[in-house]
């Protein structure tokens, strides 16, 4: 009841004015043939308040007589209009390149794009709504230089990682997101439909106004605003199908008992040996069960709708949208989807005496998701699917799910496996924003914002009893109930003060922040339960209460800041900022509660300049800035800093007493502090014509003070303490070329975004100088995968290096005793330090999870009412480590690369011979033979678009009418092996680039309209 009051109070809240205002109308049209100008950007200067053009290119907006009106349009040069008395104002918008004049958003306010100094990108609606895509995330990918996204899985509702100039720290880094100048933990929840615009700070000087949080870039969201005439209703939505793209290449059952037969005979063993395959086991079965066909699914469903309606008068603006997103898995029929359904309200008011302005926004969101394991080489069902025996068939011939032909520990039967899966997550958000802005003085307001995040989650588990193997069985039904409950509130006041001074421009402005988290957690599980089945998964029916147990635990971080910026300008020619914050944070020790990050900017527009003006030929807009800048990283986690405490510490007494007690377990650091990114940047904004513009980005960011674990002797007893001790460096080069033509009736342009950036750790001040990555998979040979280390990379792969196949028993003799197990076709291990001796001090670096760089290639074309757009995207010079086989199982299956295995001298120095005991640990140790490299070439998306005439369009009284046909991830060129070249971890840097069986992207058509009414 308390949820349905505060989402009708909201809503209401949205839907009411406070007055009315002065209303100026006019219309936008184009200096190049005339035509009224749909959708174009009409802002009071200085704020987030505006409205756009409609289809006959009319505006109306409320403005105070001393504001400033920003006409623009991307490809138009914009234009400021003072209001004065003016009831009515018609403008004519001018061809530009691409829009480096639009207003942009920025930290705490707006700018005009060609007055920026710092290094910001920005997608409008129009960028954002051309793909349909899934996550708002995913809008960034190839669209902006210097962001690296990577899907985690291709599972509904997988997470992304996103990387801004690189990775930045060992822990979280990942950006801070502001939705309405709310700071919340994720976006999954937003649709893609609600976003106005997407600001991406990268530069030290653009997010330093966010100081402590801002370290690992910023990403401003704008939801979209209302505008002012008729309510206008719009739809927006599309309906499609998925399917997998590719499978990999396994053994069938003819070749897979082959395989293993020989792996047998290679050891000394005979048919008589327990695991040989008989003749008889595969008569009649012809290539035997393909395991990935059963599991995935053909023509999986994905939909997304959204219902939204805009308008105003002269007493109220307001926009308000209700959105419905589907998408099914493609493996497994019912055990991985995601379904989320969204309401959205937003409004701005102006007072009756304009001083006083309020506005609100509200998002409510519900979503449920199912999902298997989606990169696990133990339990993923892909996994399962690609090293199960192709032998064994679906069910037995009682209708029993089949157990592996031979014992395979937790590989089984994936069909089964997924039937008893019952998982599930139900999660409900709401995020709101609540402000009020009040002119104290001519050219002096102050405003204040309240706003919320509040996240409830409920995650359901429900196991049957069931026996799919010796290990992989439940023998009494369990049920698994678990609470999460985050909250966070965000309190800021700023005074602003802008005022232009003949041919100065000066913007100021200093505000607080007060920020508080909290994160609760219940949980309740129990076994053996009285009625069977998923509708009775409850706790109270759980016969014998000695069989639950409960858990919970509570968190809770506060931040407390101030900030101040100045901007200013001279002639538009020269520009400068100043950015300071302090922040205080209770994540850190007491000796360091507070930090404070500095910044500093400058640009030059050199094309203004009169002595080069007749200089630069086609150059007609030249832009140089540099910026240098520091920002924090507090998402550390909490209470770090302590000496935290363990409980369950049982202890015999003399007389034989056990008591359960607790004791410290780890050191305390109460100088624990920040880490802390410097930036370096230095750019060049070009526009050749009116219609090549250029963006160019070089810089140097240090992120230095990085948490490690102390070096501590081991007769301490406790864990180490958390110490600063770490620096790592990222520096790389951003370029953005773009082109915008028409020839009659044919418009065509496109963006070419490079991107090229360099990881390396520079310092790590603990005795090994090593970080552990903690990636430990099978044998004992496969443990930490990944680490970093001084010199190298982030997470690179730390393995040994191979140098071919031993051909021949002689060569064997002659290579040293660091191999004493090798026989005949088996690797040949690089001794590195040549000890004589084969261990970690021999492990180098395999290759780098991370790009050297991505490339993104958007293009567009429209012919009188079609329209058709292509998005290429690429990455070159990562690698993957093919984890998909379980090494350390012998009778796990194959990928079909194993027949070109060695089978005698001169046969091949590439892939060593099958070997059931595999003593010389082929595949059982982390080497180069186990890593690929993942470069790829992907067509994201091809969209092909019919807009209805407006003849057509007048008759049945519509605005706009627009359907398409999409495909995404149609084509994928790339040399690995494995389902999917794009694997990332947004929870662990570690973990990028590990192949264990991942859940792929999914090829999807689609077909959608745009209509508004």
């Known amino acids: 009841m308390k949820k349905t009051v505060l989402f009708l109070f909201l809503t209401f809240l949205c839907w009411n004015t406070f007055a009315q205002g002065h209303t100026v109308n006019g219309v936008v049209t184009s200096a190049e043939d005339g035509l009224p100008m749909p959708f174009a950007s009409v802002v009071l200067k200085g704020t987030t308040i505006g409205t756009s053009t409609d289809i006959d290119g009319k505006y109306s907006i409320q403005a105070d007589d001393d504001a400033v009106i920003v006409f623009s349009m991307v490809g138009f040069a914009s234009q400021e209009i003072t209001v004065g008395s003016q009831n009515t104002i018609n403008v004519i918008l001018s061809v530009d390149n691409m829009g480096l004049d639009e207003v942009v958003v920025i930290g705490y306010g707006v700018q005009k794009k060609s007055s920026v100094t710092g290094s910001i990108s920005s997608l409008k609606a129009e960028d954002i709504q051309k793909m349909p895509i899934q996550r708002a995330e995913q809008a960034l990918q190839g669209q902006v230089a210097g962001v690296q996204v990577t899907m985690d899985s291709g599972q509904p509702g997988a997470g ?137 699914r053909n023509n999986a469903p994905i939909q997304s709708h959204t219902l939204s309606l805009n308008g105003g008068n002269e007493k109220i603006l307001y926009s308000t949208a209700l959105s419905y997103f589907s998408q099914d898995g493609i493996v497994s029929e019912d055990k991985s989807s995601y379904e989320r359904v969204n309401f959205r309200a937003k409004g701005d008011y102006t007072s009756y005496n304009k001083k006083l302005k309020v506005g609100s926004s509200f998002v409510y969101s519900h979503s449920t998701s199912q999902g298997v394991d989606p990169n696990n080489v133990y339990n993923s ?72 995040d509040y996240a409830y989650q409920w995650h359901d588990v429900y196991k049957p009893i069931y026996e799919l193997s010796t290990i992989t069985k439940n023998d009494k039904t369990r049920v698994d109930k678990t609470m999460d409950n985050w909250y966070s509130t965000n309190w800021e006041t700023t005074i602003n003060y802008n005022n232009t001074f003949g041919e100065h421009e000066l913007d100021v402005i200093a505000g607080t922040t007060a920020y508080t988290n909290n994160y609760e957690n219940l949980s309740g599980s129990g076994s053996d339960l009285i009625i069977e089945g998923i509708d009775n998964a409850y706790l109270d029916n759980v016969g014998d209460k000695k069989n639950t147990s409960s858990g919970g ?115 305390a650091n109460p100088d624990l502090k920040w880490e802390t990114s410097e930036q370096t940047d230095i750019g060049i904004d070009l526009r050749l014509g009116s219609n090549f513009y250029m963006n160019f980005d070089y810089y140097d960011k240090r992120t230095k003070d990085l948490l490690i674990d102390a070096p501590i002797p081991g007769y301490i007893g406790n864990s180490a303490p958390t110490v600063n001790g ?105 001794d590195q330090n040549e000890d004589g001796v084969m261990d970690d001090a021999d492990r180098i670096n395999l290759g780098d999870p991370h790009p050297d760089f991505t490339v993104g290639l958007n293009l567009n074309f429209s012919y009188k009412n079609f329209d058709m757009s292509m998005f290429w995207y690429g990455v070159v010079g990562n690698q993957i480590v093919d984890a998909t086989r379980r090494y350390d199982l012998p009778n796990a299956n194959y990928q079909t690369s194993v027949l070109d295995r ?23 140790n982390f080497s180069d033979f186990m890593v690929e490299d993942a470069d790829y070439l992907r067509l994201k998306n091809i969209q092909l678009g019919y807009s209805l005439p407006k003849s057509v369009l007048n008759r049945l009284n519509i605005e706009r009418c627009r359907f398409y046909v999409s495909g995404d991830n149609l084509l994928t060129f790339t040399k690995y092996s494995g389902f999917e070249p794009e694997i990332g971890n947004s929870d662990n840097v570690f973990h990028t680039g590990i192949d264990q069986g991942i859940y792929p992207q999914a090829r999807v058509f689609t077909i959608g309209a745009n209509i508004t009414f």
Do not use: C
């Open 160 to 296: 992304l990682s996103v990387n801004i100039r690189g990775v930045g720290t060992t822990g979280n880094s990942q950006p801070l997101y502001i939705i309405d100048g709310n700071p919340v933990g994720d976006i999954s929840y937003l649709s893609s439909t609600d976003i106005g615009s997407m600001e991406v700070l990268k530069d030290a000087s653009a997010s330093a106004i966010y100081g402590a949080r801002g370290a690992n870039g910023v990403v401003i969201i704008t939801t979209k605003q209302g505008t002012k005439g008729e309510a206008r209703l719009s739809y927006d939505g599309y309906y499609g199908i998925q399917n997998a793209s590719r499978n990999m290449d396994v053994l069938n059952a003819s070749d897979y008992a082959m395989i293993i037969n020989e792996s047998l005979l290679n050891d000394g063993y005979n048919s008589s040996h327990a695991n040989w395959i008989q003749d008889a086991e595969i008569a009649g079965i012809g290539s035997g069960t393909d395991w990935q066909n059963k599991i995935f």
């Open 381 to 452: 069902p892909l996994a399962q699917a690609i090293n199960i025996d192709p032998i064994t068939t679906v069910k037995d011939a009682d209708g029993n799910f089949s157990w592996p032909i031979r014992n395979m520990q937790e590989i089984v039967n994936p069909i089964g496996a997924m039937y008893y899966l019952n998982d599930e997550y139900k999660t409900d958000k709401i995020v709101a924003n609540l402000y009020a802005e009040y002119k104290v003085i001519e050219h002096v307001k102050v405003k204040t914002s309240i706003g919320i």
């Open 553 to 667: 635990a509570f968190e809770s971080n506060s931040l407390l800041s101030l900030f101040g910026r100045v901007n200013y300008s001279y002639k538009d020619r020269y520009m400068a900022s100043v950015t300071v914050r302090r922040d205080g944070s209770s994540r850190f020790g007491p000796n360091n509660l507070y930090a404070t990050f500095p910044s500093v900017s400058t640009g030059w527009i050199m094309s203004e300049e009169d002595f080069l003006k007749d200089r630069l030929g086609p150059i007609t807009f030249l832009k140089v800035r540099a910026s240098w800048g520091q920002n924090g990283n507090e998402n550390i986690g909490n209470f770090r800093y302590l000496s935290s405490i363990a409980n369950n510490h049982n202890y015999n007494f003399n007389a034989g007493t056990v008591v359960n007690g607790s004791s410290p377990s780890k050191i």
């Open 726 to 830: 770490g620096t790592v460096q990222n520096k790389g080069v951003e370029l953005l070329l773009g082109y915008n033509g028409k020839t009659d009736d044919f418009s065509y342009g496109g963006t070419l975004n490079f991107s090229a950036n360099k990881n390396e750790m520079l310092e790590i001040n603990n005795d090994e100088g090593i970080i552990y990555g903690n990636v430990n998979i099978g044998p004992s040979g496969m443990k930490n995968l990944t680490i970093a280390k001084v010199g190298q990379p982030i997470g690179y792969f730390w393995g040994w290096e191979t140098n071919g196949i031993y051909q021949n028993q002689a060569q064997i003799d002659n290579s040293g005793s660091h191999q004493s197990n090798a026989t005949p076709g088996d690797l040949i291990y690089v």
């Open 902 to 924: 060695w089978t005698g001298e001169g046969s091949t120095n590439k892939s060593p011979r099958v070997s059931f005991d595999d003593i010389n640990n082929n595949r059982g």
